[in-house]
């Protein structure tokens, strides 16, 4: 048996590393690397807080502020419009515009990838509103505020507003996307007309956009729209901060237009016209009521009419005013304006004879009047009061020794009647008519124009030619507002309307007592506007109608014209209806009626007393015997 085997003894660390042993690691190096990298960092983030703070600070806070602020318009209180006695016409009531920020249905902001388009078919239904329009609005990351629909109820916003609360609900359980967060609403207004269609011809109306868009509304619009304010101020998360301050700059609101209308006489020429139209199942009508002694027109009325409060569901071809866009060939109306050349020009007087055959030859036609008849012999107040033509060609021609100078003298008094101008009421869309000049009247038109054919004119000119001569020759230029009132509340009345004298009073008194004749002779045509206690003067008219689309004679006008007390005038009214096809067709079984219904509502409103005083018209015939 062997021994154990001693055990082996271990070398040393000097034996196994040969002559020295292997050295232990210095710390110092690695700890001077992540000292520099540290420093790197500190000194990079130092580099970019000074270039956030110092360099760029007014780039980024500018950036911050876009993002924060939001600055949108406040919209100015438009002006009431009302008539003479205060009586609101067109009003303002509390609305909301919905409005939104593009910016938060984006993608980054919203976290919803089709974020508009979710927005857009949520409002399309309540707004009433295409549903990619809207989507089109709220895509618009070139822009900050996007108006999605304007002047909407508060029960609109408050809808919108409910639905909101119930995506953000939903979105907290992780049930829904919350895409409204970026619709607001800004406080505005409505424009409401609280009367309907009651003027609407006059008043107009307003866009979408809240700007007047026909009538006065368009007119007067600088002054009823005031001036637009500016708010800017803090958001968050799509919901104003209230603490964040806000700047301002506050809108100013418009004026109140006070206009000459009466909203009783209004009503009443409306409603009789309209009624009119529907037994005549004409195109249409107008009635102008004016006083005849400041020019102002109380009444101007259309028919068919519509509503300005709900233009989208309205006729287009309703929605201007005819009775200044119309024009239209007066006929016998007219010839008061032949024979004020006549007798102011002393050409004739009021008991002149004037022997009318049944048929005139002219130039090339032969003239005749409404009705066959044999010869008549009457005055040139008879002429008046049977409307005949061949009667006023005949007292038109001694206006001079020639036909053209005669001509001449005829068109200064047309003129000066207001015929082919402006009436001066500066209305969008106002015809002037046509009044060609006397050298270039045809053959047949130097005879047809003295007894109101081969020219046009609208219906405030018509009536306009009335109220000239109950105002003792002189005219005054229509008007339809009184005044305003602006942000002080002080009323400012309108300048005063341009006077122009036409005849002599003499003359307009002769004038005056002719057309009395016509109403209340038993041999005058004007029979049907007899008011019982008050003296009448008018006159009827029958003429022939153009057709705005043909350009040819289609039909008839019908008017009638007048005013009253005739001893002491205080209203004009003037009636045309545009080609009735029902029943009868002429000015004083058409017009007649609603001259009176009118003129009889008018006197009683305005408190005038009756005459009390009867006349029983001037001689109408001679005897040729004599």
């Not at 000459?260 to 009508?285: C, F, K, P």
């Not at 000049?437 to 018509?462: C, E, K, M």
Request: proline letters at 7%; glycine letters at 10%.
């Amino acid at each position: 048996m062997s021994s154990p085997r001693p055990p082996r003894p271990r070398r040393g660390r000097a034996e196994r590393g040969g002559s020295g042993g292997l050295p232990l690691a210095n710390p110092r190096p690695r700890l001077r690397l992540v000292g520099l990298g540290l420093t790197l960092v500190m000194l990079a983030f130092a580099v970019r807080l000074v270039q956030v703070q110092a360099v760029g600070a007014a780039t980024y806070t500018e950036q911050a502020a876009l993002n924060r602020y939001v600055t949108v318009p406040l919209a100015a209180e438009r002006g009431d419009i009302t008539d003479r006695s205060g009586t609101s016409l067109a009003t303002t009531v509390d609305a909301y515009d919905i409005t939104a920020d593009p910016l938060l249905f984006s993608e980054a902001e919203s976290g919803v990838p089709d974020a508009p388009e979710q927005a857009a078919a949520l409002l399309a239904p309540i707004l009433g509103r295409d549903e990619a329009e809207l989507a089109d609005l709220l895509d618009d990351q070139d822009s900050r505020y996007a108006v999605l629909a304007r002047a909407q109820t508060p029960q609109t916003w408050r809808q919108i507003r409910d639905l909101r609360g119930t995506l953000a609900e939903q979105a907290s359980k992780g049930t829904g996307d919350q895409v409204l967060s970026g619709v607001f609403a800004t406080e505005t207004a409505k424009r409401v007309y609280p009367n309907e269609d009651l003027a609407a011809a006059v008043l107009g109306f307003v866009n979408s956009e809240g700007e007047g868009a026909g009538g006065l509304e368009a007119q007067l619009n600088a002054a009823l729209a005031g001036e637009d304010g500016l708010v800017t101020y803090a958001q968050s998360g799509g919901r104003r901060v209230p603490t964040a301050g806000e700047r301002e700059q506050p809108p100013v609101p418009g004026s109140d237009i006070e206009l000459t209308l009466d909203r009783d006489i209004q009503w009443a020429a409306q409603n009789a016209i309209a009624q009119q139209v529907a037994r005549s199942e004409a195109d249409g009508g107008y009635v102008v009521v004016q006083e005849t002694t400041t020019g102002e027109i109380l009444a101007l009325a259309n028919s068919p009419g519509y509503d300005p409060n709900d233009v989208a569901s309205a006729n287009p071809d309703a929605l201007g005013n005819p009775a200044l866009q119309d024009a239209f060939e007066p006929g016998s109306t007219s010839k008061l304006i032949t024979m004020a050349a006549v007798l102011e020009e002393e050409a004739a007087a009021t008991d002149t004879h004037v022997t009318v055959p049944n048929r005139l030859p002219r130039a090339d036609r032969s003239f005749a009047d409404h009705e066959e008849h044999e010869t008549l012999y009457l005055t040139l107040a008879g002429v008046l009061a049977h409307s005949s033509n061949i009667g006023t060609i005949l007292a038109a021609e001694e206006l001079g020794e020639t036909q053209p100078e005669a001509n001449e003298v005829l068109h200064s008094y047309l003129d000066a009647f207001g015929f082919g101008r402006p009436t001066g009421l500066g209305f969008p869309g106002e015809t002037a008519g046509i009044l060609a000049p006397p050298g270039d009247w045809n053959a047949s038109q130097q005879y047809t124009v003295p007894f109101g054919q081969g020219l046009s004119v609208n219906a405030v000119q018509a009536a306009s030619v009335y109220s000239t001569v109950a105002n003792g020759g002189e005219r005054i230029a229509p008007t339809l507002v009184r005044g305003w009132s602006g942000e002080d509340g002080e009323f400012e009345p309108a300048p005063e309307p341009e006077r122009t004298r036409v005849v002599g009073e003499e003359t307009a008194e002769q004038l005056s007592r002719m057309l009395e004749t016509v109403v209340a002779s038993e041999e005058g045509t004007g029979s049907a506007a007899r008011i019982p206690g008050y003296r009448v003067a008018g006159k009827t008219g029958t003429s022939n109608r153009v057709d705005p689309e043909t350009g040819a004679y289609s039909g008839y006008t019908s008017s009638f014209a007048g005013f009253a007390p005739a001893d002491a005038p205080r209203v004009t009214v003037y009636c045309a209806v545009q080609n009735p096809t029902e029943g009868a067709y002429t000015g004083s079984e058409v017009c007649g009626p609603v001259f009176n219904e009118v003129m009889a509502f008018s006197l009683a409103a305005l408190q005038v007393p009756p005459t009390g005083t009867e006349f029983a018209g001037l001689p109408v015939t001679f005897d040729p015997e004599e």
